[in-house]
């Protein structure tokens, strides 16, 4: 089983529409979205790429999800922490 973690450019109503999508897809055994920071984890038996296709099929902006993401979700909330010094 796999776990895959996607930054998916979304508001509140893209929330049902993208689990309606990955409902579709065969291999997926669960799905987690945390709105707040545009991430979504997925796990289950499936390809990443097969994914990250059927959720632009749909419309939804999706990629890969990057340390580099977390660093930008961390800023805006406000809330950057590196080696336990606070940057805001």
């Known amino acids: 089983m796999e776990t895959i ?3 998916v450019e979304m508001v509140a109503l893209h929330e049902k529409k993208l689990r309606k999508c990955l409902s579709k897809v065969k291999g997926i055994e669960k ?3 945390e709105a707040s920071i545009q991430k979504v984890v997925v796990t289950g038996y499936v ?3 097969k994914i990250l296709k059927a ?3 749909v419309g939804l902006r999706a990629e890969f ?4 993401n ?10 950057l922490m590196i080696n336990n010094f606070s940057f805001l």
């Open 47 to 49: 390809h990443r790429n």
């Open 55 to 57: 959720l632009r099929r």
């Open 31 to 33: 799905v987690e979205v």
């Open 5 to 7: 973690e996607l930054k």
């Open 70 to 79: 977390e660093i930008l979700s961390a800023y805006a909330s406000g809330s």
């Open 65 to 68: 999800w990057s340390p580099q």
